[in-house]
């Protein structure tokens, strides 16, 4: 099937409002220890102007508002922009596209994006969206997850989905691929093409601390869209069949009652001219 970039982004708009609490309640831990090297590659400083896009619970735009600097955070989900408004409601959010971003030109010193792309139906017009804000000299800086066999806390329900045979149901909008820009030479790509100069793409890894497997099920299910969708649109004895390849797959990560799973970040950044 081809893709359907306005189908996959309202999609994932209304997916995302409706796994806004499951998100910062699993995802929050993990995310928010990308936050501070996400901020050191954009340049953050105190008296910044900041475009946090795809702000979430505002995780990103609470740490560059302690830094000194003034941010907006924007985020396509009205779910999230009423978490992050409750969570911090000294800081601004606005609910925005980030493929056709509501700012003027060169508006921003420093934009960034913490997991946005593999949300996206066009992550090359958001890039330019993205380069578009950003003032001359200033820098974009995003984060995607790891290829699965780095990002294990993910991959372990990517590889048992492969396990079971469960692939995408008909009826789920088609996207680019989830882990499209986990590799280094197409996230590169992807920020020169926005015409950005001085690219980097590093890897920030770590162990995440998981009470169980049932737990680790959970929070992806309920933190997550596309996969989760296509967990549950499979028949029952099809789940079934996922969560036993689930559990034998997470198995050797556990250690002292509790999973200690690798976690794996690709952080991109690059200058605009």
């Known amino acids: 099937m081809s893709e359907d970039p306005d189908a996959f982004n309202a999609f994932e708009a209304a997916g995302w409002d409706k796994q806004s609490a499951g998100y910062d309640e699993f995802f929050g831990p993990i995310t928010g220890r990308v936050v ?4 050191d590659a954009a340049g953050v400083d105190a008296g910044s102007r900041v475009l946090d896009v795809a702000s979430g619970p505002g995780y990103v735009a609470v740490h560059a508002a302690a830094r000194g600097a003034t941010v907006i955070g924007v985020d396509v989900a009205a779910a999230m922009i009423a978490l992050a408004r409750r969570l911090h409601p000294d800081l601004v959010f606005r609910r925005g596209d980030a493929e056709a971003l509501a700012f003027e030109d060169a508006a921003f010193d420093a934009v960034v994006a913490n ?4 949300h996206l139906g066009r992550p090359e017009r958001a890039l330019a969206e993205l380069a578009r804000v950003l003032a001359p000299g ?13 990002a294990r806390f993910v991959g372990v329900l990517v590889d048992a989905l492969a396990e079971a045979g469960a692939g ?3 009826e789920l909008p088609v996207g680019p691929p989830i882990f499209k820009y986990s590799d280094d030479e197409a996230f590169a790509g992807l920020l020169r093409g926005a015409g950005l100069e001085d690219v980097h793409v590093q890897t920030v890894a770590f162990l995440h601390s998981e009470a169980s497997a049932d737990s680790l099920w959970r929070g992806l299910l309920g933190g997550t869209v596309r996969v989760s969708a296509i967990v549950v649109a499979q028949p029952a004895e099809t789940q079934t069949r996922i969560r036993a390849a689930f559990d034998r797959i997470v198995a050797p990560y556990e250690s002292g009652g509790r999973l200690e799973l690798p ?11």
């Open 263 to 273: 976690v794996s970040v690709k952080l991109g950044s690059g200058r605009k001219p």
């Open 138 to 150: 200033g820098r974009v800086a995003l984060t995607v997850w790891d290829l699965p066999e780095h």
């Open 36 to 39: 501070a090297p996400l901020l």
């Open 168 to 170: 995408p149901p008909p």
């Open 115 to 118: 997991f946005l792309l593999l």
